[in-house]
């Protein structure tokens, strides 16, 4: 008989951190404590959340290239949205390119993952 031990850092509690940041910013901003403008503008920062989810609970290498290119596509469409240092979508789209090669480059050498640990990558 194997007994199933629950991981420390399982899903309810990286979705339990984000809820108690994300309301406890909310209230600041609503007791006008600190100012950080309309919620909508921070939506690609869900995108940025769960792709860190994704790597930091994940046990293979496809997970983690999908957890790093939903943080890096979040980060993308907030700067392009936002024209964070005046870059817009125009500027910014050949970086999408730039990280598909790197990613298709990174598989096709064969190298080890460089996240996690080596022992849970199969």
Known sequence: MTIKTKSAFDGSVFVGLLLLGLGGLFLLNNLRVIYFGSVWDYWPFILVALGIHKVVTSDSKDKIGGGMWLAFIGLWLYVSIQQVWDL??????????????????????????????KEQLS
């Not at 050949?94 to 790197?102: C, E, F």
């Not at 480059?105 to 080890?112: A, E």
């Open 88 to 117: 817009s979508f125009r500027e910014t789209w050949p970086t999408l390119l730039i990280a598909w090669g790197v990613g298709m480059m990174w598989r096709s050498f064969g190298r080890p993952w460089p996240f996690g640990r």
